[in-house]
């Protein structure tokens, strides 16, 4: 920085730049475009030297934006982003043919004169006068670099890119102080460097290693005579001269070019003339920028890095300033995606279901204990065409997802079950379960004002022979929605509150879910990311972890290399390791021998849920291993679609369940993640079936009356003092099972008050 000498006097380089800020004005007017008159500007004479003084004297340079590189767990690229696709590299590794040329045609006296040429702004006065008009203008390279750099740092501002480049006297005044600071700083060799870096070449090309590549398919060190003619003659008009869109305009300006750098002596007048006889040799690579490029599907995975990046104050306090270090680029985002995982991901959601199917397919999986995202995609590809979509259907509307998410049907019931056994409830738990009931009221909330179902509002189960009493384990492995409505109507919506607060389990568009009964049976839309995260809870022995998708990030500024902090994956413990175990063991069940035996792997331990929403809208299947948890949904994204009578993935539905259509997609993708990893083991509990002929009858209401009969299935006497609604299903007076009520059960109804009597012959289903 130039420094005042002792006594207050000018240093060497203010003192130029005060003479020339005068000296130039008139060979600045003439020499450039058409300008205002100075007056006009408020830039005469003697304002002028004042004018000059006050502008800073230091040009403060932005770090040149460049592309982004966005790589799997592995070091496999994903995709590269960039606001403006540039990769910055010194002079050594730029032809010297590019360097002679571009110095040739724009500023053949570079490194003869200092920041102005006096002698080039003679010569543009000279031409202009006799042209009548602006036949020629007189910026060095220095000045031209001073330029681009105001455009660099308006970014994609149309109104800073119109005044950095606007044709006034001012800005040209500007323009010249800060070339003459950055001649005395950088040295003409620095200069060249940066110009090669900064300028624009057409075709989306900032700098010559980006044009090269695009161009030629090749770095800028092996650029050719001719190449290098081309990309310098590029510069003056990116638009005119673009060798892929006007081959002969292009030709032209190119044997200007190399015309020009015979005359000035860099090469011979022979090279020039077999130069301009030579082909273009364009070998064009085409852009390949965003997302949309990505490689194995992984485009909705990238936009997540996106989202996260831009989202998280660990990259920058405001939205704003994230936007800029994102837009800035340089960046090589490391992630936690595995490229085994994704690949078996897309293989299996090709396989079931096709793009062309009127609903659609999105799995996430994700890692228990540490939250990594290892695999994230959907059957509808990543773009803006037909069948294809931005929208990413694995995760909430924060995230470039659906608006709410979509429901989630029965694989919510976990939920329910985890948070009645962190109250106390016995993994035995029995409740009436009738085929088909009004929702039980008042239920509690977590405020002082329950739940009361003023609609009179019913549930039932999914068919007619579906009817209880149930045990938990037989209740989650068959999915019965009447069992687990009288679980949450008996412990309460709080617990169940709490307990989706500890996994995270929001809606879609980030809201809490709402303290009703229904959301025992998935009422309301969750993510897949969401459901995937959490059950991953139940496989690391009740440890949440938030999902991450991002390892590390350097940033390249300049010729250096520096790291960004990351968001870390927070882990906290959402139940007790009793409770995820006995929830793996139930969940186990339903893979065994319940709803999910479509989609159970059978070389390791696996445990999940089916799930299926009103009229067939949505079909769900969660499920995982010790080391590997997953989501798979199905449906409509508009929700306006029933999937019965339907064919999806070539294979005709009469209708969708939870276990033939999410269910399979989930098995192939985590059989194909697995392959070849560690299978580990559930530390599973005991649950010992349902007796179904000894008698020995749990009259359990939501209480604790017990009934407890002798006996075979033809006694008599069956009775319950301390359960009423056991003593309705579990005994008659005929040996038989009793019909199941239809009607509304008055509140307390379920809380036994004292143990039952005996009751010989009494049949548990």
Request: aromatic share 6%; proline share 5%.
């Amino acid at each position: 920085m130039p420094m005042k000498r002792s006594g207050g006097g000018l240093s060497l380089t203010q003192q130029a730049a005060k003479f020339l800020g005068v000296s130039v004005l008139a060979g600045a007017v003439m020499a450039g475009i058409a300008l205002p008159a100075a007056g006009a500007l408020g830039l005469a004479a003697k304002g002028s030297v004042e004018g000059f003084d006050e502008i800073p004297a230091n040009l403060k340079t932005p770090p040149l934006s460049q592309r982004t590189t966005i790589l799997d767990n592995e070091g496999g690229q994903i995709a590269q982003v960039y606001s403006r696709d540039r990769t910055v590299v010194d002079l050594k590794s730029i032809s010297p043919y590019m360097q002679k040329a571009i110095v040739a045609i724009e500023d053949s006296r570079f490194y003869q004169h200092g920041a102005i040429d006096l002698k080039g702004v003679l010569r543009a006065v000279n031409q202009n006068a006799q042209s009548g008009g602006v036949a020629q203008g007189a910026s060095t390279l220095t000045q031209q670099y001073v330029k681009n750099v105001f455009v660099e740092e308006a970014g994609d501002d149309p109104t800073k890119v119109a005044q950095a480049t606007q044709q006034t006297l001012g800005r040209k005044i500007k323009e010249l102080k800060y070339a003459i600071q950055v001649e005395e700083e950088l040295g003409k060799k620095k200069i060249l460097e940066n110009y090669l870096n900064i300028t624009f070449f057409g075709e989306q090309a900032y700098g010559v290693e980006a044009a090269s590549q695009r161009y030629f398919s090749k770095h800028a060190k092996d650029l050719n005579l001719q190449e290098s003619a081309l990309l310098a003659g590029i510069v003056q008009s990116p638009t005119r001269y673009d060798p892929v869109n006007d081959e002969a305009e292009a030709t032209k300006r190119r044997n200007t070019v190399l015309a020009r750098m015979a005359e000035v002596g860099d090469i011979s007048k022979g090279e020039a003339d077999k130069a301009m006889k030579a082909p273009l040799g364009l070998k064009v690579t085409e852009p390949k920028n965003g997302c949309i490029t990505a490689v194995q599907g992984g485009g909705f995975f990238c936009k997540y890095i996106e989202a996260e990046f831009l989202s998280d104050p660990v990259f920058g306090k405001t939205r704003e300033t994230r936007q800029q270090i994102w837009n800035q680029g340089g960046l090589t985002i490391h992630t936690t995606l595995d490229p085994q995982s994704q690949a078996s991901v897309q293989a299996s959601l090709k396989k079931h279901v096709y793009k062309t199917d009127s609903v659609a397919a999105a799995a996430v999986l994700v890692e228990p204990g540490t939250g990594k995202i290892l695999g994230m995609g959907q059957s509808k590809p990543y773009g803006y065409g037909k069948n294809q979509t931005e929208i990413n259907y694995a995760v909430g509307s924060d995230m470039g997802g659906s608006n709410y998410g979509f429901p989630t049907g029965s694989t919510f019931k976990p939920f329910v079950t985890a948070a009645a056994l962190e109250q106390g409830k016995s993994p035995n738990q029995s409740y009436s379960s009738p085929y088909s009931m009004e929702y039980p009221s008042p239920v509690q909330t977590c405020g002082s004002k329950p739940w009361v179902n003023t609609e009179k509002a019913k549930v039932e189960n999914e068919s007619e022979s579906e009817h209880g009493p149930y045990e938990l384990k037989e209740a989650m492995a068959k999915s019965v929605n009447t069992y687990f409505v009288q679980m949450i109507s008996d412990i309460g919506l709080c617990p169940v509150v709490n307990m989706t607060n500890k996994l995270r389990v929001v809606q879609g568009n980030g809201d809490k879910l709402p303290e009703v009964p229904a959301i025992a049976l998935g009422s309301k839309g969750i993510s897949p990311l969401t459901m995937a995260t959490a059950y991953a809870a139940f496989a690391s022995r009740g440890m949440y972890c938030t999902p991450i998708a991002i390892d590390s990030i350097t940033q390249k500024v300049g010729d250096k290399q520096k790291s960004l902090a990351v968001p870390k994956s927070t882990c906290s413990r959402a139940m007790s390791e009793k409770t995820a175990d006995t929830v793996n063991s139930l969940l186990k069940g339903v893979v065994d021998s319940g709803t999910g035996q479509e989609a159970g792997l059978t070389d390791r331990d696996n445990a999940g849920k089916t799930g299926t929403t009103d009229e067939r809208k949505n079909a769900w299947f969660v499920g995982y291993t010790p080391n590997l948890s997953g989501a798979v949904w199905v449906g409509s994204a508009m929700q306006n679609i029933s999937m019965e009578g339907i064919t999806i993935g070539g294979v005709y539905h009469a209708q969708v369940y939870g276990a033939d259509t999410p269910g399979p997609i989930w098995k192939d993708a985590m059989t194909g993640a697995l392959a070849g990893k560690d299978s580990p083991s559930f530390n599973l509990v005991d649950i010992p079936d349902p007796d179904k002929g000894n008698g020995n009858g749990n009259g359990n209401g939501n209480g604790n009356g017990n009934g407890n009969g002798n006996g075979g299935d033809d006694g008599n006497n069956g009775d319950n003092t301390g359960g009423l609604f056991a003593g309705l299903t579990t005994g008659g007076t005929d040996g038989s099972t009793s019909p199941e009520p239809t009607y509304s059960f008055p509140t307390g109804l379920f809380e036994g008050q004292e143990n039952g009597g005996n009751g010989n012959g009494g049949r548990r289903n």
